[in-house]
């Protein structure tokens, strides 16, 4: 038996290399290990993100990541700021986290610029990052000061109810650049579950676990969608109340269950109001505009509007809202009234949104196409469905295609398992596939 020779603590120490090596092979097969290795938060680079911060590294601009709470900003920010140190020479890096007690006592506008320039270095590129810049009242102030001196490269990141896309130009004088950052894609979480092999499974689990990554370190059913909920409530309750001292929370948190349970259906505050106030919540539709603004502006759903194919022109009358992300779903609703059809098309306007398409529900005749995309010259109608295995099923979803007389690509997008294949000029892809398509 092979010895190992070694000293500790003054002490001539013996290894036996194969009861090590017999030790380590036990450990790794052992529960103990699997439990450690389960419970151990993994981090997955978010390339796609980091590579959009990077091509503006050097703009004048402000750059600010916006999001859901927990959608992973800060994560990027450190992804950034690690980047920057391993591969730009002469940098100074300026961090402030509020959520740090470090920073307590910068947590005011003029202490905030006077910080940051006390740290400023001359004759070195220096980058500027704050997060959670809403928790120093009028940060804006500091930030616009900072930015006409021109001498910083500044990032933001902040509470999606107090960082809103809606408010940007009015908060900074001077030009920014909002990177915005979803939850997890589902090429994301394969590869955090890299060791589940079942493409299916995955998929399964991915349209009830959903994209809010930090929900993952939870082993439980119950600690998971607990967790989930706190996101969403703090988001409701808390920081929209804050933001737009609304007085009562009843109505906000009764008509956004009402968008979950009828994501995909067209959708007017008229006939929110009604259905509310038909179920004893008392509102009116003016109430439930703002509301739904106001939901849509903290990005827990994205409103898509209609557009006419035939006289290409964009519908105002309704449009469709689509849930963030389908684990808060599942989280407060639970599965009532779970329709997977929807679901799947929730995931998939999710992902366009994520791949930079213009996305809208497509009107033709008095059909409707679930979404028309573009991206620069580029356009696609697509149709999602659950199971197009039945004749009647697959005819209806393709009828409102085959109306179309144009030449743009047009495909279907259903849980169809088998490669893809074409119908009449068609293109029909297995939903999971395409979505690992990035």
């Given at each position: 038996m092979k010895k190992i020779y070694v000293f500790?603590?003054?002490c001539l120490q013996i290894l036996y290399v194969p009861i090590i090596i017999e030790a380590a092979r036990w450990f790794q097969n052992s529960n103990i290990f699997h439990f450690l290795k389960?419970?151990?938060?993994?981090?997955?680079?978010?390339?796609?993100?980091?590579?959009?911060?990077?091509?503006?590294?050097?703009?004048?601009?402000?750059?600010?990541?916006?999001?859901?709470?927990?959608?992973?900003?800060?994560?990027?920010?450190q992804a950034y700021i690690e980047y920057l140190k391993s591969h730009v020479d002469n940098c100074n890096i300026i961090y402030i986290d509020f959520m740090d007690l470090a920073f307590e006592e910068i947590k005011e506008y003029h202490a905030l610029h006077a910080y940051v320039e006390a740290q400023y270095q001359a004759n070195k590129t220096n980058y500027l990052f704050v997060d959670e810049v809403q928790m120093c009242p009028?940060?804006?102030?500091?930030?616009?000061?900072?930015?006409?001196?021109?001498?910083?490269?500044?990032?933001?990141?902040?509470?999606?109810?107090?960082?809103?896309?809606a408010d940007l130009a009015t908060l900074f004088t001077?030009?920014?650049?909002?990177?915005?950052?979803?939850?997890?894609?589902?090429?994301?979480?394969?590869?955090?579950?890299?060791?589940?092999?079942?493409?299916?499974?995955?998929?399964?689990?991915?349209?009830?676990?959903?994209?809010?990554?930090?929900?993952?370190?939870?082993?439980?059913?119950?600690?998971?969608?607990n967790y989930i909920k706190e996101v969403y409530e703090t988001i409701v309750t808390r920081d929209l109340v804050q933001k737009y001292a609304l007085p009562d929370t009843l109505v906000l948190q009764r008509m956004s269950e009402f968008l979950m349970d009828n994501v995909s259906n067209l959708t007017s505050p008229n006939k929110v109001s009604q259905l509310l106030t038909a179920s004893n919540t008392q509102t009116n539709h003016v109430t439930v505009g703002k509301y739904i603004r106001y939901l849509c502006n903290a990005?827990?759903?994205?409103?898509?509007?209609?557009?006419?194919?035939?006289?290409?022109?964009?519908?105002?009358?309704?449009?469709?809202?689509?849930?963030?992300?389908?684990?808060?779903?599942?989280?407060?609703?639970?599965?009532?009234?779970?329709?997977?059809?929807?679901?799947?098309?929730?995931?998939?306007?999710?992902?366009?949104?994520?791949?930079?398409?213009?996305?809208?529900?497509?009107?033709?005749?008095?059909?409707?196409?679930?979404?028309?995309?573009?991206?620069?010259?580029?356009?696609?109608?697509?149709?999602?469905?659950?199971?197009?295995?039945?004749?009647?099923?697959?005819?209806?979803?393709?009828?409102?295609?085959?109306?179309?007389?144009?030449?743009?690509?047009?495909?279907?997008?259903?849980?169809?398992?088998?490669?893809k294949y074409s119908?009449?000029?068609?293109?029909?892809?297995?939903?999971?596939?395409?979505?690992l398509q990035e």
């Open positions: 500790e603590n003054d389960a419970y151990t938060m993994k981090i997955i680079p978010r390339d796609k993100y980091l590579q959009r911060i990077i091509e503006l590294n050097g703009t004048p601009d402000i750059k600010i990541i916006t999001g859901i709470r927990r959608s992973g900003k800060s994560k990027l920010m009028q940060f804006e102030l500091a930030i616009n000061s900072l930015y006409a001196k021109e001498k910083y490269d500044i990032y933001l990141t902040g509470s999606n109810a107090f960082l809103l896309s001077g030009r920014y650049i909002e990177i915005h950052v979803f939850p997890f894609s589902f090429s994301e979480y394969c590869r955090y579950y890299e060791e589940t092999k079942d493409i299916d499974q995955l998929f399964e689990d991915y349209s009830i676990k959903g994209g809010l990554a930090g929900s993952y370190a939870y082993k439980t059913e119950k600690d998971r969608i990005f827990v759903f994205y409103d898509i509007k209609r557009y006419d194919i035939r006289g290409r022109k964009y519908l105002e009358s309704s449009e469709k809202f689509y849930l963030c992300d389908t684990g808060i779903r599942y989280a407060i609703l639970g599965s009532r009234n779970m329709d997977y059809g929807r679901m799947y098309e929730n995931m998939v306007c999710i992902e366009l949104l994520r791949r930079g398409y213009d996305v809208y529900v497509g009107k033709l005749y008095q059909k409707e196409i679930d979404f028309v995309v573009q991206k620069g010259d580029e356009k696609v109608y697509i149709q999602v469905s659950d199971n197009i295995a039945a004749p009647d099923t697959f005819e209806r979803e393709c009828r409102p295609l085959l109306q179309i007389r144009d030449a743009y690509p047009k495909m279907i997008l259903a849980r169809t398992r088998p490669p119908y009449e000029g068609i293109d029909i892809y297995d939903v999971a596939d395409w979505l």
